[in-house]
């Protein structure tokens, strides 16, 4: 098996990600603009407006980017807090 499909099996294909709102870890590849984190949290939302949606990426110092499905390599859930 090699490396990049070893990676690969942790990791959910973003067809399958929420898109209700849910926060979720990305990973990201964007070869105009690479992220400064390629592994961030993100979430998905839809412009009220035009109706089209996409993964807005939170950056760090307070801003937000946006990427497309053809920019997520793969998703994750967040962790779980387990509290005693």
Known sequence: MNRERAIMED????????????PVILWIEDEEAPPL????????????ISGLGNWRVFSPRFT?????????????????????
């Open 11 to 22: 990791w959910y294909p973003v067809r399958l990600a929420p898109r209700d709102g849910t």
């Open 37 to 48: 984190f390629p592994v961030t949290v993100g979430m998905w939302e839809v412009d009220d």
């Open 64 to 84: 937000t980017s946006l990427y497309f499905d053809r920019h997520i390599v793969g998703w994750r859930p967040l962790p779980r807090v387990y509290r005693a």
